[in-house]
């Protein structure tokens, strides 16, 4: 998934190339705040931020490919991330009212957008659902793209344990949508995505 780009964006960027840096977060930001809207949800683009800031301000540190870098940025993010959420914890939420969410403009014009979100965020809120362990392998894997050890560098545990949580993380939301597994591999037959509801 471009890594081979992002590393040599990345080597430029370390060398005080702006443009270079431009190219190294436009690969890495998508996945990076898929991981975060399935950890933090519609906060993620706040926690990104902190993630880019700091990110940013230890470029000159990180050693590594373009892999590396993905896998360095997702640790950062994941670090972030887990800080807003003890965050939210120890302080208490402020009230609003329904209009108040009424009154909101929507951050999307167009039709194809807002179909667009529905079913990234369908999917997102599904992954939320599982358990943390399971969540956290699956977006990894699959959002952020990184392979297994990479995943369990940033996760903090072995390769075979995220492999495994990935592994049941997929198969429950596999039978959350009502996807039939068969002797050689998974089958719908309804063809539902994760982001069409049933």
Not at 80 to 104: F, I, K, T
Not at 165 to 187: F, I
Request: charged share 30%.
């Amino acid at each position: 998934m471009h890594d081979e780009e992002l590393g040599a964006a990345v080597a430029r960027a370390q060398d005080g190339d702006e443009a270079a840096f431009t190219v190294a977060y436009r690969i890495v930001q998508p996945g990076l705040l898929g991981y975060l809207r399935g950890l933090v949800g519609d906060e993620a683009e706040d926690v990104a931020s902190d993630a880019w800031l700091e990110i940013a301000r230890d470029l000159g540190r990180f050693k590594g490919d373009g892999a590396g870098f993905r896998g360095w940025t997702a640790t950062i993010a994941r670090h972030r991330a887990l800080d807003h959420l003890r965050r939210q914890r120890a302080r208490p939420r402020a009230g609003g009212s329904e209009q108040d969410v009424l009154d909101l403009p929507s951050p999307h014009n167009t039709h194809e957008q807002a179909l667009e979100s529905l079913s990234t965020e369908r999917a997102l809120q599904l992954v939320r659902g599982l358990p943390r362990d399971q969540a956290e392998a699956v977006l990894m894997r699959v959002v952020v793209g990184l392979d297994g050890p990479a995943a369990a560098r940033v996760l903090g545990k072995r390769p075979g344990a995220v492999r495994t949580a990935a592994h049941r993380g997929l198969k429950r939301l596999a039978r959350q949508l009502g996807v039939r597994e068969t002797e050689d591999g998974v089958t719908d037959e309804a063809s539902r995505t994760l982001g069409e509801s049933k």
